[in-house]
Each structure stands twice: as structure tokens, then as C-alpha cells.
């Protein structure tokens, strides 16, 4: 039994995917505009449109009603801006948009 609870919490990787974070150098209305843009011109299937916005979050809509929400905010050591993503399906499509940022010089130790 011990090993088919394994195998089953083992085939569930989506949960490591649903909350993703980056840094990035560019500021928290440059994120925002760039997520907008992003999820735009996405495949008709991944395409995803604003549904609320406010001035550190953005809330899409794609396929299905699927929900994609980007926040982001200063970082608080301010090395860059914090950005995170959260989605249950579109969790590819948000990678894809953290690697379009450009990212943060580390922070000085």
C-alpha cells in the first residue's frame, strides 16, 4: 500500500507547477504591460485576456476560463521586482513568459 500512495503523490507533479516565482530587473508596470502582451499573442489555445487589473496584479482568462493571475511587487531586499504566476493548466505558458523578463542582478551579500 505504502508504495502505491508513492506512485500516486509521485504522478501529481502539477502541484509543484501551479505557484511559480521569478525576479526580474524590470519594474513592477513593465511586467504587468509585457504579461498583457504576452498572453495576447499566445496560440488561439493559450491565448489569455485580461479580465481584472490593478497595480501590482493582473487576472487573464483563457481557453475554457481558465484563470491566470501575474502579480508582482517590489522585492523586498530591492534587488529587483518579485513576480509569481499562478494557473492549474496554463503553468507552461507562464514559464514561458518568466523567460521573457530580464532577470535581476543578484542581491550583494
Known amino acids: 500500500m505504502a508504495d502505491d500512495k508513492h506512485f500516486i503523490t509521485g504522478m501529481n507533479i502539477q502541484d509543484d507547477r501551479t505557484l511559480q516565482e521569478i525576479r526580474t530587473a524590470m519594474s513592477v508596470a513593465e511586467v ?21 487589473e490593478g497595480p501590482t496584479f493582473v487576472s487573464l482568462r483563457g481557453q475554457g476560463g481558465e484563470e491566470v493571475l501575474i502579480g508582482a511587487t ?3 531586499d530591492g534587488a529587483g521586482t518579485r513576480v509569481t504566476g499562478s494557473t492549474y493548466l496554463f503553468d507552461q505558458q507562464i514559464a514561458r513568459f518568466f523567460a521573457t523578463l530580464t532577470p535581476a542582478a543578484e542581491a550583494a551579500s
Open 32 to 52: 504587468l504591460a509585457a504579461a498583457k502582451t504576452f498572453f495576447a499573442r499566445r496560440n488561439s489555445l493559450y491565448a489569455a485576456f485580461v479580465e481584472k
Open 74 to 76: 517590489a522585492a523586498s
